[in-house]
T-cell receptor, first 115, second 114 residues
């Protein structure tokens, strides 16, 4: 099955600096890579995603890059703010028969933005 | 519209008791997922449903865990003879059928086994 590794497990940055979280996956059939943000005590929520036919996607201060050959994908947050502090999960989605998807999550990165 | 709901929000039970956790997905979402999240840990896949069938049960930790889904709506996760290591937040998520749809998570059920 799919295996997703995520690094680092914790990350502290000064407010205004950039943060980068990296993930690798094992199954070349995975074709969709969402990123979820989970604030303390709350449910995970999608912040950005990328499909396998795209190399990069941006949405304001966040961007995701995908290298299919190396099976790497990364989340980039620029101009970090204290409200970016949360746990971030990467995931790899593998299509299944019938149009459904099997999603495997990384182990999470706890980001702390220091004011 | 309404999001994914789960009940109860908190459950404290004694070791050895059975518990039943409920998930109400977003209407029209045919895919439903259960995850376990231990304190400070990641999301551990348990099972997913396509409609009311469960093609992948590989994540269920033991035969004490089971799940069912009625049609394309409510799902229940049952843990029999609970153990202390079952203590965790159990999250449910639902999505539309398809390869590129967002999973919408419920608020979770915090299970504490004493």
């Amino acid at each position: 099955g799919e295996n997703v590794e995520q690094h680092p497990s914790t990350l502290s940055v000064q407010e205004g600096d950039s943060a980068v979280i990296k993930c690798t996956y094992s199954d070349s059939a995975s074709n969709y890579f969402p990123w979820y943000k989970q604030e303390l005590g709350k449910r995970p929520q999608l912040i950005i995603d990328i499909r396998s036919n795209v190399g990069e996607k941006k949405d304001q201060r966040i961007a995701v890059t995908l290298n299919k050959t190396a099976k790497h994908f990364s989340l980039h947050i620029t101009e970090t703010q204290p409200e970016d502090s949360a746990v971030y999960f990467c995931a790899a989605s593998n299509p299944r028969v019938g149009g459904y998807q099997k999603v495997t999550f990384g182990t999470g990165t706890k980001l702390q933005v220091i004011p | 519209g309404a999001g994914v709901s789960q009940s109860p929000s908190n459950k404290v039970t004694e070791k050895g008791k059975d518990v039943e956790l409920r998930c109400d997905p977003i209407s029209g979402h045919t895919a439903l997922y259960w995850y376990r999240q231990r304190l400070g840990q990641g999301l551990e896949f348990l099972i997913y449903f396509q409609g009311n069938s469960a093609p992948d049960k590989s994540g269920l930790p033991s035969d004490r865990f089971s799940a069912e889904r009625t049609g394309e709506s409510v799902s229940t996760l049952t843990i029999q003879r609970t153990q202390q290591e079952d203590s965790a937040v159990y999250l449910c998520a639902s999505s539309l059928r398809g390869a590129f749809y967002e999973q919408y998570f419920g608020p979770g059920t915090r299970l504490t086994v004493t």
